[in-house]
């Protein structure tokens, strides 16, 4: 089973980017997903979370309103669409798949990280 995180890069405050995560090695379509990020120094972090209909999505207060989870289960992805971007948003982005719902899961899967770096 691998999560395999992309779309990470270098951006200018105030633009967008958008992380994609591909799964394979087995079906996520009955988890939920969700992205983490953890700054350095810093302890990783909880950003967002979608379950496996899109009917629920749960967002950390620090990028409510700014960035948008999404999936395709007939691609096994999840996607974090990132806008209004600040540099306090500068992590390593991670990708993770878990059984529970969205604001509680048990994250049993996790990617191998996406840097996301933002300038001033």
């Known amino acids: 089973v691998q999560l395999q995180a992309s779309g990470g890069g270098l951006v200018q405050a105030g633009g967008s980017l958008r992380l994609s995560c591909a799964a394979s090695g087995r079906t996520f379509s009955n988890y939920v997903l969700g992205w983490f990020r953890q700054a350095p120094g810093k302890e990783r972090q909880f950003a967002a979370a979608?379950?496996?209909?899109?009917?629920?999505?749960n967002y950390a207060d620090s990028v409510k309103g700014r960035f948008t989870i999404s999936r395709d289960n007939a691609k096994n992805t999840v996607y974090l669409q990132m806008n209004s971007l600040k540099l306090e948003d500068t992590a390593v982005y991670y990708c993770?798949?878990?059984?529970?719902?969205?604001?509680?899961?048990?994250?049993?899967?996790w990617g191998q990280g996406t840097q996301v770096t933002v300038s001033s």
């Open positions: 993770a798949a878990g059984l529970g719902s969205t604001v509680r899961t048990a994250w049993g899967y």
């Open positions: 979608i379950n496996w209909s899109g009917s629920s999505i």
